[in-house]
């Protein structure tokens, strides 16, 4: 495989309960040392988990439609937008009608789950890495 090109076959799917995630470029593909980029699909009525990561990352509405929740905030995206979420920011990640982004984050960034009872153990997530 040449460190220009990261081929179709050679993209990986990560199916969570709340989307599915395909990893477009990442360290264990080749060509990259510090950053991924990847593809969610949220199907409609989906809702993933409250979380942060200790790397900012860039997420880019390419269909449909959806809200983050972040910190205190929400911000409502459809086709086109792009949201910024900084390092440390509580984030959730819903769609009403289904969405599909495409993400670009460090990749060795670290997700911390956070529930009522605080934060859980941070994880690398199979589809950053």
């Known amino acids: 495989m040449s460190d220009l ?3 179709r076959s050679d ?11 395909t990893t477009l470029a990442s360290p264990t593909q ?4 510090t950053v991924s980029l990847w593809r969610v699909s949220m199907r409609a009525g989906q809702q993933g988990p409250q979380h942060s990561f200790d790397g900012e990352q860039a997420w880019h509405v390419l ?11 929400t911000v409502d995206l ?14 959730r990640v819903s769609t ?5 982004f495409v993400v670009t ?16 153990e941070p994880v690398s997530p ?3 890495g």
């Open 126 to 128: 199979p589809w950053i």
């Open 5 to 7: 090109k990261i081929a």
């Open 63 to 73: 269909d449909g439609a959806a809200t983050v929740a972040v910190d205190d905030e």
């Open 78 to 91: 459809s086709a086109g937008d792009t949201v910024v979420l900084h390092a440390g920011a509580a984030r």
């Open 105 to 120: 984050g460090l990749a060795g960034a670290l997700a911390t789950p956070i529930s009522p009872e605080g934060p859980g």
């Open 96 to 100: 009403v009608s289904g969405a599909e």
């Open 11 to 21: 993209t990986r799917v990560t199916e969570t309960p709340n989307a599915s995630m």
């Open 30 to 33: 080749g060509g990259t040392t």
